[in-house]
T-cell receptor, first 113, second 114 residues
Framework: GQQVMQIPQYQHVQEGEDFTTYCNSSTTLSNIQWYKQRPGGHPVFLIQLVKSGEVKKQKRLTFQFGEAKKNSSLHITATQTTDVGTYFCAGRRVGGSQGNLIFGKGTKLSVKP | KAGVTQTPRYLIKTRGQQVTLSCSPISGHRSVSWYQQTPGQGLQFLFEYFSETQRNKGNFPGRFSGRQFSNSRSEMNVSTLELGDSALYLC?????????????FGPGTRLTVL
């Protein structure tokens, strides 16, 4: 079945360093969403990408959707301690009944001050 | 605007029992999805409802069931509980049908099966 793989599983950075998490799907996606879950919290929607090659920015966060709509990345510039949490990508496959939203296993980011 | 609410927040059950979890979506949202979150498996999709109809179902046994009411509130039921059902159960609502809507998650129900 459809899988969404996310790497790395963990990332430890020094405050001020950059961070990137990557998401790869075995099938073409109709769209991809990114969520952040703080420790003890619930996932919070960050952004949705729909178009092939789309790039969106939110302050220090840059999101990309691959040309083939099978991969995506989230890049954080100059991390801060408030960026701590687990970042999930989630995609839906193309066609049929649209299918369910498949989540990657997430990248847990820790930031050392 | 109130967020997604889930009740109860915590639940302890024993093997073989059944449980019903409730979710109230954000006012005006008609789509509700349920997920199971565990440290090992991550977030796994259970079901998705829109206007009282189940639109999608994940790969879970028939012991897991759900429904949505006319006011968009949703419930999920797990029968004959197993130890492996211990997890955080998250409900998420969105305005319309998939696939183009962001989901707003509730705080979850932490289920422990003893």
């Amino acid at each position: 079945g459809q899988q969404v793989m996310q790497i790395p599983q963990y990332q430890h950075v020094q405050e001020g360093e950059d961070f990137t998490t990557y998401c790869n799907s075995s099938t073409t996606l109709s769209n991809i969403q990114w969520y952040k879950q703080r420790p003890g919290g619930h996932p919070v929607f960050l952004i949705q990408l729909v178009k092939s090659g789309e790039v969106k920015k939110q302050k220090r966060l840059t999101f990309q959707f691959g040309e083939a709509k099978k991969n995506s990345s989230l890049h954080i510039t100059a991390t801060q301690t408030t960026d701590v949490g687990t970042y999930f990508c989630a995609g839906r496959r193309v066609g049929g009944s649209q299918g369910n939203l498949i989540f990657g296993k997430g990248t847990k980011l820790s930031v050392k001050p | 605007k109130a967020g997604v609410t889930q009740t109860p927040r915590y639940l302890i059950k024993t093997r073989g029992q059944q449980v019903t979890l409730s979710c109230s979506p954000i006012s005006g949202h008609r789509s509700v999805s349920w997920y199971q979150q565990t440290p090992g498996q991550g977030l796994q999709f259970l079901f998705e409802y829109f206007s009282e109809t189940q639109r999608n179902k994940g790969n879970f046994p028939g012991r897991f069931s759900g429904r949505q009411f006319s006011n968009s509130r949703s419930e999920m039921n797990v029968s004959t509980l197993e130890l492996g059902d211990s997890a955080l159960y998250l409900c998420a609502s969105s305005k319309g049908p998939p696939p183009y809507n962001e989901q707003f998650f509730g705080p979850g129900t932490r289920l422990t099966v003893l």
